[in-house]
């Protein structure tokens, strides 16, 4: 009798076969338990955050801003501004100074910020980052960004957005390591908290320690998730790091993205990615009725922006709702890495997510959105819902 060594072919099929079908089968529940696991960290995360700015809450008597503008001369007279930025961004920084001067002059009330003309009607002198018309020895270093020689040149008028606005002011003043950055809080000079804990030593040619007394971090970022983050912006906006959220890391980067409320309202334009786009490369914009913008009204923002609880804007000039209307909102952009236009989020109804694209188009003045506008914030993460937005 012959001995049989192998399989034949139609065992080796239906082999085949059997494990392609349980392959089938396992892979989307596998998909679907890795998704929920990253999307359970990423909330959890979330909230920690969260805390995290209760605590900022509890030590001084407010709550972080979503974008300030940074002039680390101190100077945030119009005339100065108006020197060195070009018109948008004169025009953009001269609108956001009351809420920056007065949110710093509470939190570090011993710095000195100058809006007066410091020689009103005299012909302004070129810029010059050394230049007397400051605190002598003065350098407001938010960005903790030095020159080779570490001489203190300061950098032009920059701002900070709402995905930066959250790192600096729970991080502290960052420092630039060859991983990314670390956040070194603030340093405890009353004078200047914006003091960097490093320094450059001429006569050894290396960086030491220096202003080490500093305060506690709020929030430990992971440094490896620390990255300037373009998303479109133009160079006045990326002089300061992001925190890119734990669903896409490096290799598929989205900051999470912070908006708090400055007394009045919330500003759509607080954070403003020209990256985030839809399927066909459409750069959603939608209007907002802002009472909170820097300059109050009919705001046409593109994406991220802060949800509302009812139609972000009508034909007659509605004031928006929002969701944590008092405090702030954190935003995550999800497994699709796309923020989508924003808007109503309408919680435990049919459709949570309306949009409408005729009205969008009368008041932005810009081609209507696509009636599946939205479809891509069904699976964003935020500090007000307790799972996808969509679900």
């Known amino acids: 009798m012959r001995t049989r060594h192998g399989f034949t072919l139609t065992e080796l099929l239906v082999v085949i076969v059997i494990i392609a079908v349980l392959v089938g089968l396992l892979t989307p529940a596998l998909v679907t338990a890795v998704t929920k696991a990253r999307e359970a960290a990423a909330l959890a ?13 509890s030590l001084y008597g407010t709550l972080p801003p979503s974008r300030i503008v940074v002039s680390e001369s101190g100077d945030y007279s119009p005339q100065f501004f108006r020197r060195v930025l070009g018109t948008a961004d004169a025009n953009t920084a001269i609108a956001l100074t ?3 001067v007065t949110f710093l002059r509470k939190v570090f009330p011993r710095v000195t910020l100058k809006t007066n003309e410091i020689a009103p009607g005299v012909p302004p002198a070129p810029f010059d980052p050394n230049s007397t018309n400051r605190p002598p020895g003065v350098c407001y270093n938010v960005n903790g960004n030095f020159d080779a020689n570490n001489n203190e040149i300061m950098d032009m008028p920059y701002f900070l957005e709402g995905d930066q606005c959250l790192v600096f002011f729970l991080g502290g003043v960052p420092r630039a390591t060859s991983s990314g950055f670390d956040m070194t809080g603030f ?16 006569t050894n040619n290396v960086w030491v320690d220096v202003n080490t007394n500093r305060t506690a ?23 300061f790091p992001s925190y890119l959220d734990s669903i896409g890391g490096t290799s598929s ?36 009725q802002a009472s909170g ?11 991220p922006n802060p949800y509302t609880t009812t139609l972000p804007a009508d034909m007659n000039g ?10 702030y909102q954190i935003l995550c952009a999800g497994m699709d890495r796309r923020f989508g236009p924003g808007g109503q989020y309408a919680a435990r109804s049919g459709n949570a997510l309306p949009f409408d694209s005729a009205l969008n188009g009368s008041l932005t003045g ?20 307790s799972g996808r937005l969509g679900q």
């Not at 995360?45 to 809450?57: D, H, R, V, W």
């Not at 929030?219 to 620390?226: H, T």
């Open 187 to 202: 340093c405890r000079n009353p004078l200047n908290p914006f003091m960097p804990n490093t320094a450059y030593d001429h």
């Open 98 to 100: 009351p809420r920056t």
């Open 366 to 385: 810009l081609a209507l959105l696509p009636p599946n506008a939205r479809d891509t914030e069904r699976d964003n993460l935020s500090n007000f819902a």
């Open 45 to 57: 995360e979330i909230n920690t955050l969260a805390q995290s700015l209760a605590s900022f809450q």
């Open 253 to 288: 980067p989205m900051p999470l993205v912070y908006f708090g409320t400055n007394g009045s309202g919330y500003d759509p334009d607080d954070c403003n990615l020209y990256s985030d786009v839809l399927e066909d490369n459409t750069i959603p914009y939608i209007a907002f």
């Open 318 to 327: 509605t004031r928006a709702g929002y969701w944590k209307a008092d405090t």
């Open 293 to 303: 913008a820097a300059v109050p009204g009919t705001v046409v923002s593109v994406a």
């Open 217 to 239: 971090r709020n929030f430990e970022f992971n440094a490896g998730r620390l990255a300037i983050f373009g998303g479109g912006r133009s160079s006045t906006s990326t002089q």
